[in-house]
């Protein structure tokens, strides 16, 4: 099951997609994919009601809807860093023995084709496609991978945008080079996980200008999804509709020689396999470094 909110933003509707050119609207039934919605287990529930509507010709054409993104704006956005080897070594960074754990403002989230702005003042902008988890229930202290697992609503397409020169060179934590508006595109769609299969198994790259930047599969993940959920519920307490972004592969504009970051202009086009594809547009702002 593929779920969308499509509509302006701020007013987007909850539904499910159908095929390419059309959606089930389930507005009526969710209210929207969010905390209440998530952590009332009703996502089981879904399939049949989307099958009974199908069936009885209650569809909508997407006809160039927008899509926002397949969640509402969650209690989190967690990130894990440096979770590609290869990534690591482009980075000339250590690979880590435990998970390396930074934030993202919740009002990073934006649409998968929504525009990425510049912030005032930066310098080395840069990409990151990654592997979405949404949390479908209260996880603390999860027992094991297993339990782990059957806390994942879905999983998502996303670019975590970066500021390079405020996360590496400002003396504080990731967070501060990663929390700008608009930093945190995401879908087109949640899939849930009996839809996705082996979440260990999904092709990922990214483009600039037509450019293949990133290339790379989450066979290579240092820790899995599972393991990560796991591992952060021994730390604090996930919540309905969190959002974790689990690193991205190599191919980063930081980890090509000579560096190569946004400044407003270019187009970045990116994509998971069984989780469709992101384009953005960047906006340079007026008061940027170039």
Known sequence: MRLVRVGPAGSETAGALVDGDTFVDLSDVVGDYNEAFFGSGSIGTLAGIVAERVASGATEPLAGRRFGAPIARPHQILCIGLNYSDHAAETGQAVPT?????????????GPDDDVLI????????????????????????ADEAAAEAAIAGY???????????????NGQ??????????????????????????????????IDGIRRQTGSTSRMIFS??????????????????????????????GH??????????????GISRL?????????????VS
């Open 257 to 270: 020689s000579p560096q190569i970051f946004l400044h407003g202009g270019e187009t970045m086009t990116l």
């Open 156 to 170: 998502v397409l996303v670019n975590d945008v970066s500021e390079r020169a405020w996360q590496m060179e400002r």
């Open 119 to 142: 912030p005032r003042g930066a310098e080395k902008t840069d990409w990151e496609v990654e592997l979405g988890i949404v949390i479908g229930s209260h996880s603390s202290y999860l």
């Open 174 to 207: 990731w967070s501060k080079g990663k929390s700008a508006p608009t930093f945190n595109p995401a879908g087109p769609y949640l899939v849930t996980p009996d839809d996705i299969g082996n979440a260990l198994e999904l092709d990922m790259w990214l483009d």
């Open 276 to 288: 469709g594809t992101q384009t953005q547009h960047v906006i340079g702002n007026p008061a940027a």
């Open 98 to 110: 435990e998970p390396i754990l930074f934030t993202k403002s919740p009002n990073t989230l934006i």
């Open 225 to 254: 999804p599972a393991f990560i959920v796991h591992y952060l519920s021994q730390f604090l307490a996930l919540e309905p509709g969190d959002l974790i972004n689990t690193g991205t592969p190599p191919g980063v504009g930081m």
